[in-house]
């Protein structure tokens, strides 16, 4: 009897087992069609300033698969990261977003926005990558003032000497780089200061406990306060509550995204959040 239900049980096993690896072969292999197929659609964001005035976007990529699901990066961006489709994504998205702030570069109130976009490490490690994000600022004819990448400190760990000579060389003609998720990694103040950054983004993490929690009131607090002495903005990710909002405010926070201001959104609805 207990043989018998430890044979089921491991049936069971293999079963699950089967199901998620053909699963994943599945995801994998409509994931590869994504692009050709057009599937990809770019959400945005609002970052706001300490009056609420939206200043910047950040832009988040949605996957909508054949059956009219939405797919969230964060179940999409690590598989392709291991199979190396991020590299055709990322080409995609700064593509997307350059031509997107091309068109807003028309319009009156969209024109001031800063676009803020996510950088895999893959991505950035190309031998080519500086090449390709200016080739896309001229190719659109954009201000790259207005452009913004985001990276993660496991991105800014590797090849040292190459990341700083290709973020020197795109600071040089005026794009932007925040350091995403900021305060999960282990960057010391010394190894920040060599790196042309010009924003820390507080890892949302550090906020959701805020009002309650004086451990990351201090984290919070120690951030800005090494943000200050490196002379970089600084912005907090994952705000949804007005009581967090007024905390980061009272820390020394200026800027602000989250659930509070709004939901990443299609280009269509951003418009109605950017007022004069
Ligand atoms: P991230 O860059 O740290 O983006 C912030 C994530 O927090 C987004 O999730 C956003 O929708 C979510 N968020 C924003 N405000 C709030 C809030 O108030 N509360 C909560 N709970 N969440 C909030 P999303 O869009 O699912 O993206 C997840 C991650 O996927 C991103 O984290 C980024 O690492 C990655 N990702 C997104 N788009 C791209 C892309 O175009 N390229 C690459 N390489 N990665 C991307
Ligand atoms: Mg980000
Ligand atoms: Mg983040
Ligand atoms: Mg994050």
Known sequence: QAKQAGRNGMRFFDRQMQDRISERAQMENDLRHAIERDQFVLHYQVQVDQHGKARGAEALIRWIRGDGTTVSPASFIPLAEETGLILSIG?????????QLAAWQTAPRMAQLVLAI????????QPDFG???????????IDPRSLKLELTEGVLLDKIEETIACMQELKAIGVRFSLD???????????????????????????RDLASDSNDQVIVRTIIAMARSL??????????????????EELGCRRYQGYLYSRP????????????
């Open 131 to 141: 090449a390709e994000v200016r080739a896309a600022v001229e190719r659109h004819g």
């Open 91 to 99: 080409r995609w998205v700064l593509e997307t977003a350059c031509a």
């Open 181 to 207: 998720d900021f305060g999960t990694g282990y960057s010391s103040l010394q190894y920040l200061k060599r790196l042309p950054l010009s924003q820390l983004k507080i890892d949302q993490s550090f906020v």
């Open 118 to 125: 996510n950088v895999s490490a893959q991505q950035f490690h």
């Open 231 to 248: 002379q970089l903005d600084v912005i907090a990710e994952g705000v949804e509550t007005m009581a967090q909002r007024v905390l980061l």
């Open 265 to 276: 959104v299609p280009e269509a609805a951003l418009g109605a959040l950017v007022t004069e």
